[in-house]
């Protein structure tokens, strides 16, 4: 069995930054491609940035593309999300999620069903 834990959440400043991680395990990451999701008040989850196992190929939603960057340590176990150029929608409970690489889709990065391990979650506020 998989866990996931992130942490790094808090307070951030509209233009500024925050770096999210989410440690894995239960199992060697480089098994599975990682997710980050968010998911705001009143509003569906959102698929924000996938990162393969294999050649390490990164997705990104529109609305963090140029501003979010995704990264892993195989070796630590770890997945970083680092976000940069903050906004107030940016505003959420962000998720780090895992499939298998075996059963990934590049088609279907962003799709919550998809994946089938999750974090607890944790608290992003971007205000001043």
């Known amino acids: 069995q998989l866990q996931l834990v992130e942490s790094g959440g808090g307070l951030g400043q509209p233009g500024g930054s925050l770096r999210l991680s989410c440690v894995v395990s239960?199992?060697?990451?480089?098994?599975?491609?990682i997710g980050w999701f968010r998911q705001a008040p009143g509003k569906e989850r959102e698929g924000v940035s996938c990162?393969?196992?294999?050649?390490?190929?990164?997705y990104y939603s529109d609305s963090v593309k140029g501003r979010f960057t995704i990264s892993r340590d195989n070796a630590k176990n770890t997945v970083l999300l680092q976000m940069n150029s903050l906004k107030p929608e940016d505003t959420a409970v962000y998720y780090c999620?895992?499939?298998?690489?075996?059963?990934?889709?590049?088609?279907?990065?962003?799709?919550?069903?998809?994946?089938?391990?999750w974090g607890q979650g944790t608290q992003v506020t971007v205000s001043s």
């Open positions: 999620a895992a499939v298998p690489v075996a059963h990934w889709l590049v088609s279907r990065w962003n799709r919550s069903y998809e994946y089938d391990f």
């Open positions: 239960g199992r060697t990451l480089d098994r599975y491609a």
């Open positions: 990162i393969t196992s294999s050649d390490g190929s990164t």
